[in-house]
């Protein structure tokens, strides 16, 4: 099963709610790859011992990792929480989490500062670049278990947008220069 991923209308409207355009607007593996976004579907219960899980925490370097349930009833201050998770930011390195259990959404900024909703569910691990705009969020379900993988210590500074000038952002910004020779603006 592969993950859902679409362009979101914007709405002040519930953020856990899926904001899909009319008509819908898919986005592929391949659009969120083009954007350094990675993604594998794994056997969340089978974590423990799933050899391609070890095989991408190896290869990447992912040496620390630490879990995550995040729903009302084990999340202090849970609705500040989330409002923190939901406010537009980057970070200096990949943000790498695999659900284990319930749901929730990533929404990263496209090249063309267009918000795109990514719905993680049970299996999926998501990496997001150093560097790009993005936002989590739960969906209706109010639940979700992440294990959250890091190089070395973990780190998990939140920059919030605007920050144009910041390495990990003009790194990633340039990724894109290099690919096509073409400033990305931002808006």
Same mark, same amino acid.
């Given at each position: ?40 579907? #794994?056997? !969340? ?5 799933? +050899? /391609?899980?070890? &095989?991408?925490?190896? =290869? ?9 349930? #995040?729903? !009302? ?5 849970? +609705? /500040?929480?989330? &409002?923190?998770?939901? =406010? ?22 496209? &090249? ?76």
């Amino acid at each position: 099963m592969a993950i859902e991923a679409w362009f979101m209308e914007e709405s002040d409207e519930d953020k856990r709610l899926p904001h899909h355009r009319n008509p819908k607007e898919f986005v592929s593996l391949d659009h969120l790859a083009d954007l350094g976004v990675l993604y594998w579907h #794994l056997n !969340p219960k089978d974590y423990e011992k799933d +050899e /391609e899980l070890q &095989k991408i925490r190896e =290869t990447r370097g992912y040496n620390y990792m630490d879990m995550l349930d #995040l729903c !009302p009833e084990k999340v202090d201050n849970y +609705e /500040e929480k989330l &409002k923190n998770f939901y =406010t537009e930011h980057i970070h200096e390195n990949e943000e790498i989490r695999y659900c284990l259990d319930g749901c929730g959404y990533f929404d990263v900024r496209d &090249k063309d500062d267009r918000w795109i909703r990514i719905w993680i569910k049970e299996g999926d691990l998501i990496i997001l670049p150093a560097g790009i705009y993005h936002r989590f969020t739960l969906d209706t379900s109010n639940y979700v278990k992440l294990m959250r993988l890091f190089m070395g210590e973990p780190v998990w500074t939140a920059y919030n947008r605007p920050q144009e000038d910041h390495p990990a952002r003009k790194e990633y910004v340039n990724s894109f220069t290099d690919k096509v020779g073409v400033a990305l603006e931002a808006h």
